[in-house]
């Protein structure tokens, strides 16, 4: 076992105050702890850290997903000093696409037929007339079906984000279940995109895999959240995300406890 002490951020939800006129007044908030982890047990989780073109090519694209220049960002700015850190390190990276690429790297161990999938309904065609309106309308928009399309044939890693040889790439749950369980991982540290949508409910996200027992932490600065109108200014949604979680590094109090 290689256990290591970490400075880690925590949300204290436990004292709700219904003495208050606001009952939630009464958390704690965020407040900070050092724990052990087991850096044999544990791996990041690279999610979705995929280059989608430029506004230029697809516009359709970036009008649907606000937060792509962000996480440009976060790849050019954070992930050259984490992944050297983490890869120095030698802690193990687990990187979750959901595109097809040449370079697909998985142990002998792990099927690329390995499916995972949940029984699916038949739906009545008024459902399905109320799924077109949500797709055309809600989100995506039907103005950007072309352009996303488009852009998605021809996405790539992040340059940053870039798998090295022997660094396994999977697309579903049971793969990187069957991964974590050979490897004997069972604390995964997300990084990636987007903290509040495909870091939680996408194939290999956070509800996938604790409900298989494992822990699943984050690091704020890797990542970011979908926000809308209301929350884009201030990132809003990606702060409600992080309390959800609950368990949060910082980018440089992981890489401190990496470096011990």
């Known amino acids: 076992m290689k256990i290591t002490k970490f400075k880690v951020n925590y949300y204290d939800q436990t004292s709700a105050d219904v003495t208050l006129p606001v009952p939630g007044h009464g958390y704690g908030g965020w407040k900070t702890a050092e724990l052990d982890f087991d850096l044999d047990t544990t791996a990041i989780v690279v999610m979705h850290a995929v280059y989608l073109g430029m506004p230029e090519e697809y516009p359709g694209m970036f009008r649907s997903c606000e937060y792509i220049p962000r996480s440009y960002e976060i790849d050019r700015t954070v992930f050259p000093q984490l992944m050297s850190a983490v890869r120095k390190s030698g802690l193990k990276v687990f990187h979750v696409s959901f595109f097809d690429h040449p370079m697909y790297n998985l142990p002998d161990f792990v099927s690329e037929d390995l499916k995972f999938s949940y029984p699916y309904i038949k739906q009545s065609e008024t459902t399905l007339n109320v799924f077109r309106f949500k797709s055309e309308y809600n989100w995506p928009g039907k103005q950007n079906f072309e352009d996303r399309a488009k852009s998605l044939e021809n996405a790539d890693f992040l340059p940053n984000s870039r798998p090295i040889p022997g660094e396994p790439i999977v697309t579903n749950t049971n793969q990187l279940f069957n991964l974590c369980q050979k490897a004997g991982i069972d604390h995964l540290v997300y990084i990636g995109y987007c903290t509040d949508a495909c870091i939680q409910s996408s194939a290999c996200g956070m509800t996938d895999m604790v409900r298989r027992g494992f822990l699943c932490t984050i690091i704020r600065e890797a990542t970011t959240a979908v926000e809308n109108k209301e929350t884009c200014e201030h990132q809003l ?24």
């Not at 949604?237 to 011990?260: Q, S, V």
């Open 237 to 260: 949604t990606k702060e409600r995300a992080l309390t959800g979680i609950g368990l949060i590094f910082t980018l440089d109090d992981f890489i401190e406890g990496l470096n011990k």
